[in-house]
């Protein structure tokens, strides 16, 4: 059967440059995904005139009937999934003016809890020796240090659990709902609190293929691709999309003999101390 990578949110930046990169380096189909067909097809279109072979699925991290449509397709036609790349995710323009308490529950509606649940729904599909790519942030890094000391060791903690994890996420939007989320110990930041919890979701399921999967060699990281030039990034940041996709390149390509990294934060190539 042949081999498939997944690249979520593939339409344009970084998860654009991944699937470019993967087209000429990954044996085996690669599948850009987006939420908008539209604006998949399009960007297949275009990768296909570079002389490219993409395929395109529809997938919105934030439907679960999206996200289970996309698990049994991968199921029926390849038998499982190779390569995973999380890289789907949502930021306020600094200039927006949004009310924070509206921003929190957006943002970590996507960038959390979609990821997570393209995660619970994907990871039971990872063939043997598949890699799983997590696009968090650096940012998220800096918030960690933002917050009080009784979140950064709760954060932190290798016994946490996804339950956990997923409570400490619904506090923060209900302090951020409030308007409390300071006086709480969080930082000011809902793009990067939802990025902490990527990091830590990312562990945690590392954690979990360890106690289950062992012998399958299945690695499992979260990344930083960096400050990048992207509707996300904007136009004053130092690096190209295709710099950011690097180290997610480097994660979803880990050779099949190699055993680590697994289950860190990885920027610039090199683990990050979490």
Not at 77 to 104: E, M, S
Request: aromatic fraction near 6%; charge should be negative; glycine fraction near 10%.
């Amino acid at each position: 059967m042949a081999k498939v990578a997944v690249v979520t949110g593939g339409n344009k930046g970084v998860g654009l440059a991944v699937v470019r990169a993967l087209c000429k380096q990954f044996k085996g189909d690669v599948y850009l995904t987006a939420r908008n067909s539209k604006l998949g097809e399009e960007a297949v279109e275009a990768l296909e005139k570079e002389g490219l072979s993409p395929r395109f699925h529809q997938l919105d991290i934030d439907d679960p009937q999206s996200i289970k449509v996309l698990r049994d397709f991968l199921k029926e036609k390849y038998g499982g999934l190779d390569v995973l790349i999380n890289n789907a995710g949502i930021a306020f323009k600094t200039a927006d003016t949004t009310p924070f308490a509206i921003q929190a529950p957006v943002i970590m509606q996507t960038n959390f809890y979609g990821n997570r649940d393209v995660c619970n729904a994907l990871l039971t599909l990872i063939k043997p020796h598949g890699r799983v790519v997590n696009v968090s942030s650096m940012l998220g890094h800096g918030c960690l240090g933002q917050c009080s000391p009784r979140l950064q060791q709760e954060f932190r903690r290798d016994s946490i659990t996804e339950d956990e994890l997923v409570e400490l996420m619904e506090k923060f939007v209900e302090d951020a709902k409030k308007g409390d989320h300071l006086k709480e110990g969080w930082p000011d930041m809902a793009y990067g609190t939802s990025k902490i919890g990527l990091t830590v979701l990312s562990k945690i399921q590392a954690r979990i293929l360890d106690a289950t999967r062992k012998e399958d060699g299945i690695l499992l990281n979260a990344c930083c691709p960096g400050w990048i030039k992207t509707d996300l990034g904007g136009p004053n940041a130092p690096k190209s999309v295709e710099e950011g996709a690097k180290t997610v390149l480097y994660l979803a390509l880990l050779p099949p003999d190699v055993t680590s990294p697994h289950g860190e934060m990885i920027n610039e190539m090199k683990v990050v101390e979490w």
